[in-house]
């Protein structure tokens, strides 16, 4: 990426990896007063098993995610499987100038590209400085392989970690790592035929003859291209599944967060082959599928299972069978498909295996798992597994890859802690099927903590969510997350934070730690609305916000200030309100400024979106088909003319209140200039407005001393600018 170009702004900086423009500086109370927050919310999260050889004796192992106190990034772990395990043993030893941001860690058994057998360890694709340009790169340990190779120009230090080498040696794109139960095969997406679309490539792991040698120089690893570049438009393709004879793809082709149709295709090449349901009842450009997955029952090889709204506004479980042309509804709710167990919300993370087949549901912000047997006495039951915790979200994964169908692992969060794993043994709970006084088959199930993968323990006042609702301008509900520091018996400040997306979600998930020191510390309410656009309440109200609606969901607020005004006035000060979001939200952010200019006392947007048309011209190439679909194209004239009449940087004169805007010098989603120009434009108008430009940072802030510092900055403002008193 270019240098990040500045001018003659002037700067201080006050941390690591900070630039801060027009801030004075951060009390050191509010750093020590945050210290309780920030260890608190340094949780692990689940990452994947580890692939161990058919008939392995090896008692199972894991690989977890967590930074710890001594790191300024997130590092990785191993970890037994036996939650009786107290064993937790670090992987990688990141710092600034190494692997960072890691958007798949693969497991595998093995490859030969050195011409040596290197057993075990994984193929990541990372980056090194939040840019999101992940290469591919090669974990593995001495200990585990036969192979006695020297260090490698480019390997990475990771002392006394596994050793990485990288693969791949430019700055495409390089994502979503699938290897083949047989392990002779990895297929992957990268945009490196033509910077722009996203395409499929297939590697060898064994046998594969690449002419390396067991020596220190570096090679890029042989790939062939297995979708070719559309004859027009632009592709966007994702990886679900490889066939058990590894000649056949499960692909999605995401045009837009609305419009992503599946495909069949040869691993071998060629056009992949459209899958059309039959009978669906939704238009196919507003048909979405996710993690089409081939059969893993010998018996039934021609049945793919899928997540589709197409039959309905919500995603559902689908079972379509590709030599009949039929479709059995697993979680449809429309009455007349007469699903196994129908389903009013959307359901999500399908995994497979030859006996049980499981999948979440999204329910209002809550999680709610599901197994369904495919043999046996409860065959075609779906059966709710409901672990006995305080409630909240949950992540699950299936020990597939080790032959384990009844081995769960959950990475848990609520409002009582954050990411935090469990483990989940369903050996014999099956048996035990009650039934809700729906008639609906549920099991209760005890859950067995991982001590050595829990968050330090909160030391603080910790609250669940309440959801509240309320009409908009033209009468559609918008859902609500909302906390109240003393449970509505003062009235009290309140901060709207809002997400970005569009199409993502504020749920019953603990938030992050400002949230609870805004609570705790500066007794102000927080809520997290869910505009329209948002996800988790059907692909209508996901799209109510696209192209020229974009300013419906500004509305949205409006219409929660009003709320506020007139309905929660003797527990909220409508006089005391601050709104603060980050890339998405971070325009929500200003465009509220803009609209309601009396009704904020300030605002934060982080990493915000200033003007549209160069920020469609400018986000990564690879991008940007699927955010003109989203947003509109800037091309056309008269929806460039619309895109720049919404642009909160040619309308800087309306925004009163202050303004703080933090960014990373990285980005390459939405570039750092958004937020140098929105700066300096602000500045010019005479309102007061802050800047931190975050060094090796990209779309979201990962490194210690700059989450820290820009967590401690965001409170010194709020406490300036929306004082607790009047």
């Not at 990896?17 to 050191?28: D, L, R, S, W, Y």
């Not at 720049?644 to 570039?671: C, F, M, W, Y």
């Amino acid at each position: 990426m270019a240098p990040v170009d500045y001018g003659d702004l002037e700067f201080t900086q006050p941390a690591r990896q900070i630039k801060a423009f027009n801030m004075g500086e951060v009390p050191q109370r509010i750093v020590d007063n945050m210290q309780k927050y920030e260890e608190s919310a340094r949780g692990f999260t689940f990452t994947c098993f580890e692939k161990h050889a058919r008939g392995s004796d090896s008692p199972g192992t894991a690989i977890v995610h967590h930074r710890p106190v001594d790191s300024q990034v997130a590092e990785y772990y191993r970890m037994p499987t036996n939650p009786q395990s107290t064993t937790l043993e670090r992987l990688t030893y990141f710092d600034l100038g190494t692997g960072r941001t890691i958007s798949s860690f693969c497991p595998i058994l093995g490859e030969d590209w050195r011409g040596v057998w290197r057993e075990g360890g994984a193929i990541l694709a990372m980056d090194l400085d939040g840019n999101e340009f992940f290469q591919l790169w090669r974990y593995w340990e001495n200990s585990k392989s036969t192979a006695n190779i020297p260090p490698i120009e480019g390997e990475l230090r990771n002392e006394p970690g596994g050793r990485i080498e990288r693969l791949t040696h430019d700055n495409f794109k390089y994502s979503n790592v699938v290897v083949s139960d047989s392990n002779n095969i990895m297929v992957f997406t990268s945009n490196k035929e033509n910077g722009v679309d996203t395409l499929v490539y297939v590697a060898d792991l064994a046998h594969t003859q690449t002419g390396a040698t067991e020596d220190s120089k570096p090679f890029t690893l042989p790939s062939r291209l297995v979708t070719p570049p559309p004859e027009e438009g632009n592709a966007r393709w994702t990886i679900s599944d490889i066939s058990v004879d590894d000649q056949y793809l499960l692909l999605t082709n995401e045009f837009t967060s609305s419009y992503a149709p599946c495909y069949l295709a040869r691993i071998s090449g060629g056009q992949p082959e459209l899958i059309v349901l039959p009978n669906a009842t939704e238009k196919q450009e507003e048909t979405a599928f996710h993690e089409p997955t081939f059969s893993q029952d010998p018996a039934t090889p021609h049945l793919v299972y899928m997540v589709s709204n197409a039959y309905g506004d919500f995603l559902s479980i689908l079972a379509y069978d590709t030599l009949s042309h039929t479709v059995l509804h697993i979680t449809t709710p429309e009455p007349e498909l007469r699903a196994l167990r129908p389903i009013n919300w959307p359901c999500i993370d399908l995994n497979v295996t030859s006996e049980y087949i499981y999948f979440r549901s999204n329910a209002g912000g809550y999680t709610n798992f599901f197994v369904w047997p495919l043999s046996g006495p409860l065959k075609d039951t779906i059966i709710e597994i409901k672990p006995e915790w305080e409630g909240g979200q949950f992540k699950t994964s299936i020990n597939t890859a080790n032959g384990r169908p009844l081995e769960v692992v959950l990475a848990l969060v609520s409002h009582l802690s954050q990411w935090s794993l469990a483990h989940l043994d369903l050996t014999g709970r099956l048996e035990d099927v009650k039934r809700d006084e729906d008639g609906f088959a549920y099991i209760s199930v005890p859950l067995e903590r991982y001590t050595q993968a829990a968050p330090v323990p909160t030391a603080y006042r910790t609250l669940p969510a309440k959801e509240l609702r309320f009409k908009s301008f033209d009468g559609l509900e918008i859902p609500c997350m909302y906390y109240h520091p003393n449970d509505a018996k003062s009235v009290v400040p309140v901060v709207i934070s809002i997400h970005g997306g569009p199409a993502s979600q504020s749920t019953a998930n603990t938030r992050s730690p400002i949230h609870w020191y805004i609570i705790n510390e500066l007794g102000y309410a927080m809520l997290y609305p869910n505009v329209r656009g948002s996800n988790g309440y059907g692909k209508r109200f996901m799209a109510a916000d696209d192209v020229k609606k974009r300013e419906d969901s500004v509305k949205d607020i409006g219409a929660l200030l009003s709320h506020i005004e007139h309905s929660m006035n003797n527990e909220l000060d409508a006089s005391r309100i601050a709104v603060i979001g980050g890339s998405y939200g971070g325009y929500m952010t200003l465009a509220c400024m803009i609209h309601f200019p009396t009704k904020f006392a300030c605002g934060l947007a982080n990493f915000p979106i200033a003007h549209w048309p160069s920020f469609l011209e400018k986000t990564a190439p690879v991008r940007r088909a699927h955010r003109r679909g989203e947003y509109g194209d800037e091309r056309i004239p008269e929806i460039r003319a619309f895109l720049e009449k919404i642009s909160p940087i040619n309308r800087t004169s309306e925004i009163l209140a202050p303004l703080q805007i933090a960014h990373g010098d990285s980005d390459s989603r939405v570039p750092v200039d958004q937020a140098i120009r929105m700066y300096q434009t602000i500045l010019k108008s005479g309102v007061h407005c802050e800047l931190m430009v975050c060094e090796k940072e990209g779309h979201g802030f990962k490194q210690k001393s700059v989450i820290e510092y820009t967590n401690a900055a965001k409170l010194h403002f709020l406490e300036r600018y929306l004082p607790l008193a009047k």
